[in-house]
């Protein structure tokens, strides 16, 4: 038997422990919170560049895993930036267009000033409506109103009293007609002593009751004056009208000061030229719109059933829309939008429905997004919850690209919900900051030609960083700074250095400490739950190690399953003696927020044949293209070994025993092989050794992930089913720096009751696999005997000339 001790992991390497008494290692008390950004330096500076570049296009992707403090990075620097650099953005508003009303004007005012503009619109207009109808109803503007009436008045009675003696002149008389429902000045003939109309006359005059000549000089006269009456109500019209522009151009001298004077200080109080336009066609508005200050709300509000229909503001289009106030902003916005719609974003127009069901809508009711509110500023953006929005990408690359900001009722559920109004789009100033996994940033890069133009700068968190004391004090601080934020109990020097240990278990490398802080933060406050229980002051190591050990409990369900079918045979898994062609490979299952590993028994049957490795996997469909790369790699490397004189004569059938939902990932390759040359060479493999283990062509053995998971899934599987001493794991050599196994796994391998063996090759595993060397190649090109390449040497010699033998002609015969 080889002497395997050489092959053995020292217990001290297979879990990093903070050292007792270890100065960067403290308690909470002895440490000092602080809010710094732990491990992250390439994309804190990467955030710093984006931030500080004031050029088109410096947007940020800010790329991690959730946990590593994304986040908190990026609102602690916005509010530094935000408090220290410039004023607050400008106040937007909307004001009707009066020239076209379907087109709101946007006004801007220094911060603070937006309010106070629609606080004195509102004010000037119930002034002026109070000031106005005083003004109508002063006994001066009466007074004159009455005078130009009266003297209208009298030129209508005179014109009117000329033209009646004209027709008493000429024996006629004035009369009225009905017309329809109306009623019309005319003119009739006197006869005998009495008015008689034109049609009664023509028809005596049919019946030979009024002389014919008479008659048609009476008509001729009617004609005239008919004509007279149709030129004097003309002429009234004309009157009336030059009465009303008389009237109107009074009320408006006399009202005009008044307006001027609200205009003019309003002016004076908002010295920005877009203002003072509006202002000037407010002025205009309102003096060819003097009407609508008579009017009596409460009188002119129509009913409907009885009920009043809700009051409507005859002054509307005099109003001011606020839509963004920022007087109680302390310097540039910084707005997470957690529900990045295309309503919330981009802002929406509000319709109603009016009393007749149809919508309807105005300038006051468009609706500020969340880019309006962060313009001139900030604005954070999760880019799962951007893209899962209809419309959302593509309106916020169109408005980066533009640098405008159009507001629409876009509603891309109902295909009616656009409105005919188009306010005024707006300069659009906003630094976006979108936070994602990785998956969505190369996604993006590679499908939308116009992500790197919009977002130039990307800042990648990391999940790890470097285990040394300086971020073991930061670690400290960090604790430090949950225990007060979320009042746990404080943890001693112990119960810090196993939240360091569980640090390092999460990063996977003994080199390493994790960043995932979302994770740590949950074990600690578990941690002090579990303390408070036990009325404990402080949490201790014990704590700690009793909140991972119920979080494992809680999510481990699956893995107990697992556990209880190998232990009632329904799984086969051997966990001592040897077997020929079969082995105890290793895999893990990933459900979730749990990772866990498990031995899966792989075998190998060989036989006479040129198809080489038949990868069952793959025949069955079952096989990733991982594993099947994996299985090629095999193939090479069986093929530098053993077939450099004579072909590869074999079949050899690969398989994993009772696996139904499908095979991927290489870190079985190594364990294939041995059990392919297990199978050639008639030599058992040991079962109470699992193997894990990728391989190259040359039969170097490589990393793997989950070799912690791996490692622990095999050790549960023989503690049920009866650890012997002998057992153990076999893993890559560049796997050992990874070791952060749990405190019951070493404790066994310190006792003497399991064991881990790390390989750098084939050769080295096979050996401790089956206690008999690998052989090293001579000269010739053969393998000294008593080796386990000499076996399969031989065997592959025996299949090549049976193979020969039988393909030879008449030899199936």
Wanted: some cysteine; hydrophobic content about 35%; overall charge neutral.
């Amino acid at each position: 038997m080889s002497d395997l001790s050489k092959y053995r992991v020292p217990v001290e390497r297979l879990r990093w422990s903070c050292k007792k008494g270890a100065k960067a290692v403290c308690g909470t008390d002895d440490s000092k919170a602080t809010g710094e950004i732990i491990g992250q330096e390439r994309a804190i500076d990467a955030i710093k560049l984006g931030l500080n570049v004031d050029q088109p296009g410096y947007n940020v992707f800010v790329v991690g895993y959730a946990g590593t403090g994304r986040s908190t990075a990026i609102q602690k620097m916005l509010e530094e930036l935000g408090l220290k650099k410039g004023e607050p953005p400008e106040d937007i508003c909307y004001v009707n267009n009066f020239k076209d009303p379907d087109c709101p004007r946007a006004l801007f005012f220094p911060a603070g000033k937006g309010v106070k503009f629609r606080d004195e619109m509102n004010k000037a207009i119930d002034s002026l409506q109070e000031s106005i109808t005083q003004v109508k109803e002063s006994d001066d503007l009466r007074a004159r109103h009455k005078a130009i009436i009266e003297k209208f008045e009298e030129k209508q009675k005179e014109m009117l009293k000329a033209f009646e003696a004209e027709v008493n002149e000429r024996q006629f008389a004035m009369t009225q007609v009905q017309v329809g429902p109306n009623v019309r000045p005319d003119v009739a003939p006197v006869i005998g002593g009495k008015p008689v109309s034109m049609g009664e006359l023509e028809a005596r005059t049919e019946a030979g009751e009024f002389p014919l000549e008479r008659f048609e000089e009476l008509k001729k006269i009617y004609d005239e004056l008919s004509e007279k009456i149709v030129k004097i109500f003309k002429q009234t019209r004309e009157n009336h009208k030059v009465l009303k522009d008389i009237v109107d151009k009074l009320v408006k001298n006399a009202v005009e000061p008044v307006v001027s004077d609200v205009i003019s200080g309003l002016k004076e109080a908002f010295k920005i030229e877009a203002v003072s336009e509006h202002l000037d066609e407010v002025h205009n508005e309102i003096i060819n719109n003097l009407d609508k200050f008579d009017q009596d709300d409460e009188e002119q509000q129509p009913q409907i059933r009885g009920r009043r229909r809700a009051p409507r503001d005859q002054f509307l289009e005099y109003r001011v829309n606020l839509i963004v106030d920022n007087s109680k902003a302390k310097g540039k916005p910084i707005i997470t939008e957690i529900n990045p719609n295309y309503g919330n974003l981009f802002g929406t127009i509000e319709r109603t429905v009016d009393q007749r069901g149809f919508w309807s809508t105005n300038f006051m009711h468009i609706k500020a997004g969340a880019l309006h509110r962060a313009n001139g500023g900030y604005i954070i953006l999760d880019v799962m919850d951007v893209l899962s929005e209809a419309g959302v990408w593509q309106g916020l690359k169109r408005a980066m690209h533009s640098g405008k900001l159009e507001i629409q009722a876009y509603d891309p559920f109902f295909k009616a919900s656009h409105s005919a109004l188009k306010p005024e789009p707006i300069d659009l100033n906003t630094q976006v900051i979108m936070i994602g996994m990785p998956y969505f940033y190369y996604l993006l890069y590679e499908l939308d030609p116009d992500f790197p133009k919009i977002f130039k700068i990307k800042a990648e968190f990391d999940t790890v960083m470097e285990l040394n004391d300086a971020n073991l004090k930061k670690y400290g601080s960090f604790a430090r700074k949950i225990v007060d934020d979320f009042e746990l109990l404080p943890f001693d020097q112990d119960g810090m250095s196993a939240v360091i240990e569980y640090g390092v278990r999460l990063a996977g490398n003994q080199k390493k400490l994790s960043t995932r802080f979302n994770a740590l933060t949950d074990v600690m406050c578990e941690s002090s739950f579990w303390a408070q229980k036990a009325k404990s002051k402080k949490v201790t190591r014990k704590h700690v190690q009793k909140a991972v050990d119920e979080w494992i409990r809680r999510v481990s369900m699956p893995e107990d399953k697992i556990n209880e079918l190998i232990e009632d045979g329904t799984i086969l898994i051997d966990t001592d003696g040897a077997v020929v062609g079969q082995i105890n490979g290793l895999s893990v299952y990933m459900l979730g927020e749990y990772a866990f590993g498990k031995p899966t028994r792989i075998t190998a049957r060989t036989s006479v044949g040129m198809k080489g490795i038949i990868n069952v996997e793959k025949e069955a469909q079952l096989s990733g293209a991982t594993h099947s790369k994996g299985v090629l790699i095999i193939n090479g490397y069986l093929q530098g070994k053993f077939a450099q004189k004579r072909p590869l004569s074999m079949n050899a059938n690969l398989c994993f025993e009772q696996s139904y939902g499908g095979v991927d990932g290489d870190s079985a390759s190594s364990t294939e092989i041995y059990a392919i040359l297990s199978s050639l060479g008639e030599i058992p493999i040991r079962q109470d050794i699992a193997v894990t283990g990728s391989v190259n062509q040359n039969g170097t053995i490589q990393a793997i992930g989950g070799v912690n998971q791996k490692i622990e899934g095999f050790f549960q599987v023989c503690k049920i089913k009866g650890l012997t001493g002998k057992q153990g794991v076999m893993i890559p050599k560049a796997n050992v720096n990874d070791l952060m196994l749990r405190l019951e796994v070493v404790e066994a391998v310190k006792n003497g009751k399991f064991h881990i063996y790390s390989v750098y090759s084939i050769e080295q595993g096979i050996e401790i696999l089956t206690g008999m060397p690998a052989g090293k190649q001579k000269k010739d090109g053969s393998y000294p005997g008593g080796t386990i390449f000499h076996l399969v040497e031989e065997k592959l010699d025996s299949y090549a000339e049976a193979y020969s033998r039988y393909m030879r002609p008449g030899a199936g015969e």
